[in-house]
């Protein structure tokens, strides 16, 4: 393998080292067909993807690690894989990039004076302890490598916003605000769509949970009280439960503001709808992404999920991620591959010199002039409400969520 056949231009260290076949576990946020393709031709090895949804990879990634080298999900998953002990620690010193991995997933802040946001803030899972659990005390062995994040909020079609908000503020309140009622969507996910829930309700009523991120019974009760009032005056047009149905439903007008996702909103901008990404006055909903390493990997499977991995934060991956809208955990690296108007766009918060193009090289995802909402990574990321958690009443939580869905 020469230096020109690899998408950083570099010769990697691994280009000698015998085929292997690596399965990852994930879902669609990064199990890319470009992403798997590139790193075969770079890596030398086999990459099988498995792409699920949230819900069936964290219940795979439990009870099932045997059928996969590497789990790819989200911190807040920490919390029902390491208790299993289905993944092993992962060495920052095999890290070759761990140096240059931001202060976001390391200390809880991406600068000293934001907000740590409640829930569950990656820094806390990061660590592996002396005895063997997670926390945030540094240590040379992590549960999961940090890699892709961002601030989730809700969408709205422009073209629909009621008079009565054009001229406030945007906030979760919209999000079960009446003046949009029959055309509010919220994602169907027990954990995540009942987030966006209670920071719109708590927004918009006199609910006022201790923690958010970790509402008690009482709390989740008062909370689908809310909902179900809500729902039986047909305020919600749907719980979506995949990228497909909330696009569908928003181009065609069915769905005029809901749970909106970064690939959700670079395919509605494709399609034409005039849809707009929130940057709610109370701050974001948060993600953090990372890799985990199935305990029974060794020898050369292990050889290469440290390849795969430091390959993730080598460059090239970063700026694919930037165009899907997410941010790379050591972002320098990927300026290299991202064009000034790529790079003043996503993460400067600059007007867009060009049409840029989509994860996928699709031209125009992004129009001339167009700023991203929100503003600069910073700006973003220093404005966590809340991270997606794991609640201590986290099945109670489900369990009732499912049955406001269902009444």
């Known amino acids: 393998m020469s230096e020109s056949t690899t998408a950083g231009g570099r010769t990697p260290p ?6 292997v076949t690596l399965r990852v576990l994930g879902t669609s946020v990064t199990l890319l067909d470009c992403i798997r393709d590139q790193a075969r031709r770079d890596l030398g090895i086999d990459l099988r993807f498995e792409v699920l949804d949230g819900v069936a990879a964290q219940r795979v990634g439990v ?10 999900q989200w911190f807040h998953n920490v ?12 060495d920052a010193q095999r890290i070759r990039y761990w140096p240059e991995v931001n202060a976001l997933p390391k200390t809880g802040r991406l600068v000293p004076h934001a907000a740590l946001g409640a829930g569950c803030n990656p820094v806390d899972r990061l660590y592996v302890q002396p005895d063997g659990t997670f926390g945030s005390r540094p240590s040379e062995r992590l549960t999961m490598l940090p890699v892709c994040h961002n601030a989730d909020s809700f ?29 509010i969507s919220i994602q169907n996910d027990g954990a995540i769509g009942a987030l966006d829930a209670a920071l719109a309700i708590r927004a918009s009523d006199d609910w006022h949970p201790q923690d958010i991120g970790n509402l008690t019974v009482a709390e989740i009760d008062g909370l689908m009280e809310r909902l179900v009032a809500l729902k039986k005056k ?21 769905i005029a503001i809901g749970s909106l996702w970064s690939p959700a909103l670079a395919e509605l901008r494709r399609l034409g709808a005039p849809i707009r990404l929130a940057a709610p006055e109370e701050g974001y909903r948060a993600w953090y992404g990372g ?48 064009s000034d108007a790529e790079w003043g766009y996503w993460y400067q918060g600059r007007p867009a010199a060009r049409d840029l193009p989509g994860p996928r090289g699709e031209p125009g995802l992004i129009r001339r002039g167009e700023v991203r909402d929100g503003g600069d990574y910073h700006a973003r ?27």
């Open 79 to 90: 919390d029902f894989v390491w208790p299993a002990a289905v993944m092993q620690p992962i």
């Open 63 to 72: 009870l099932s690690p045997e059928t996969f080298d590497i789990y790819d």
């Open 14 to 19: 691994y280009v000698n080292r015998a085929r």
């Open 234 to 254: 047909r305020c919600f047009s749907a719980f979506w439960d995949g990228d497909a149905e909330v696009t569908h439903g928003m181009a065609a007008g069915d």
């Open 291 to 338: 890799m985990s390493i199935a305990r029974h990997v060794t020898g050369r499977t292990l050889d290469a999920a440290y390849d795969y991995m430091n390959w993730w934060l080598s460059g090239w991956p970063g700026a694919i991620m930037a165009r899907q809208g997410y941010y790379i955990a050591n972002p320098a690296r990927s300026r290299e591959h991202l």
């Open 381 to 407: 990321m220093s404005r966590i409400a809340v991270w997606n958690s794991v609640m201590d009443e986290h099945n109670y939580l489900v369990r009732r969520w499912h049955q406001m869905v269902g009444a």
């Open 155 to 183: 969408g709205y079609r422009t073209d629909m916003l009621p008079s009565t908000l054009a001229d406030r503020r945007e906030s979760w309140a919209w999000l079960v605000d009446p003046s949009w009622s029959g055309r």
